[in-house]
Each structure stands twice: as C-alpha cells, then as structure tokens.
C-alpha cells in the first residue's frame, strides 16, 4: 500500500511539473523575448515603418508573409508564400527559416530553444500592444550632420587610388578596391554634393564615401592624376 501511494505520488509530482513545464513554454514571456529579440536588431526594427536589411516587425502577427508596406527587398520566396503570420508559423520561422520558406533572404539560421522562439513571439505580440519592454534605437548615423573630417570636398581617381579630400582640408589615398561608394537617399542620407566618407579612422585602410543618390557618383568624382 504505502510503496503503491508513493508511486502514485510520485506520478502526480511528475505529471504537474510536466503540465508545469508545458504551460510555462506554452505561454512565452515577452520581457525576456524583448532581450532574445537582441538577435534580431542588426537587421529589424520595431519602429513602424523603420526598414533595414530586414522589414519592421512592429506589427507582423496576423499579417499575410512579405506584405509590410513601404518594404522594398523581400524575396519572390516569401511573397509567394501563402502564409500568414500566426504564433504558430512565426515559432516554425523563427525555428529554422529555410525550411518554413526555402529560398528566403533571411539569413538567420535558426533558434533551436522553444522557450526563446515563445518568448520572442510573445514579445513580437506585446509591440503594437504598447506593453513590449522598449528597444535601443537603432544607431543610423545623421550624415547631414557630419563633421569636417568626414565631409568629403573633392574626390579625384588616379590609376589604382582614389583621394578623397575632407572639409578639414586632409587627403585621405585608397587603393580602389578598399574604398566603398554607397548611396543613402533617407531623411539621414548626406545632402546633394556632400558626400561622407566613414570608416576612414585610425587605420584607414579601409572606408566607404556615402553619396545623397547615386547620379551623383560618377559626376562628383574628377578622373586623371
Ligand atoms: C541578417 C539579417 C536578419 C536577422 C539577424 C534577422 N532577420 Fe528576419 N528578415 C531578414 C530579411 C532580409 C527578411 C526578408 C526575407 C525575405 O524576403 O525572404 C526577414 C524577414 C523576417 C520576417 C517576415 C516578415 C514579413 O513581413 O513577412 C520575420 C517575422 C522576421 N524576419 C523575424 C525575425 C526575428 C524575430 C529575428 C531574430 C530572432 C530575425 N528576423 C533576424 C533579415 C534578418
């Protein structure tokens, strides 16, 4: 009898911690997936409207796969996925993307742990709500506040070298396969004329010089020595 009621006390024990367990995962914690979703700011942000390698997330649950308005970069994949973002097919997303939609752009490979998927889920809901832990803002440098050693003047191609000479009157020479040329049409894209160069610092071997569009590219920089 006693060895038969320890058992059954013993079963009891474990079944409750099992259904404990379950309920915990099922439920997702939004404040630790606001940390977990630290793996996602490099490319999202949850600021509407705010799109960089990825889109925003700050409204994504109950949406269609590859709809966010204003979001200009998603694979043929995603859009022609017939999906719509539940927390079921965000948590199989977010488990290994490229098996949810071979093809996808996103390259992430995957969280292996449910809770953190949960969490992260659980977060992504608790945004449009207003009741999400806030994020650091993501850090877009303002180029049209540049200083004078970033705010390139003149720039000139000589054979293998560009030289870039900045509003403090220095010479930065690159070898052209080091030097970058983006564009930045954004709010906080440099003004017409004014490109920036970044990453010219200490070691200065390797930098980009960022243009307001990219017209502006070839007809700002002077060719010949
Ligand atoms: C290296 C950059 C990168 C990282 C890191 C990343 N993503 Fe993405 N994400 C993307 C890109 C790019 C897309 C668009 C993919 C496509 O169009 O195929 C995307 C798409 C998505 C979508 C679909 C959005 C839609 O409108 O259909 C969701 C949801 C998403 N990501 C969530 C996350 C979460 C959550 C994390 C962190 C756990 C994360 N991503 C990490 C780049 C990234």
């Not at 098996?99 to 995957?110: D, K, S």
Request: with cysteine; glycine share 8%; charged share 20%.
């Amino acid at each position: 009898m006693r060895i038969q009621g320890g058992t059954t006390f013993i079963f009891a024990v474990g079944l409750l911690a099992f259904l404990g367990t379950r309920s915990a995962l099922a439920a997702g914690d939004a404040e630790r997936g606001a940390r977990a979703f630290r793996q996602c700011i490099a490319c999202h942000s949850i600021e509407p409207g705010l799109h960089m390698t990825g889109p925003s997330l700050a409204s994504v649950l109950g949406r269609k796969a590859g709809s966010i308005e204003g979001f200009t970069r998603y694979s043929d994949a995603l859009r022609a996925a017939q999906l719509t973002w539940t927390e079921a097919t965000l948590d199989q997303w977010l488990r290994d993307p490229a098996a949810l939609v071979p093809g996808n752009t996103m390259t992430f490979p995957g969280i292996p742990d449910a809770q953190a998927r949960q969490d992260i889920v659980a977060y992504l809901k608790a945004v449009p709500q207003g009741t999400a832990a806030a994020q650091p803002r993501p850090q877009l440098p303002n180029l049209k506040q540049a200083s004078a050693e970033s705010r390139v003047t003149r720039m000139r191609h000589c054979k293998d070298t560009y030289e870039v000479v900045t509003a403090d009157g220095k010479a930065h020479r690159i070898w052209e396969f080091n030097l970058r040329l983006k564009s930045d049409t954004s709010p906080s894209g440099p003004r017409p004329n004014e490109p920036v160069i970044v990453g010219a610092g200490m070691r200065g071997d390797r930098a980009s010089v960022v243009f307001s569009n990219p017209a502006e590219i070839s007809s700002f920089i002077r060719d010949g020595c």
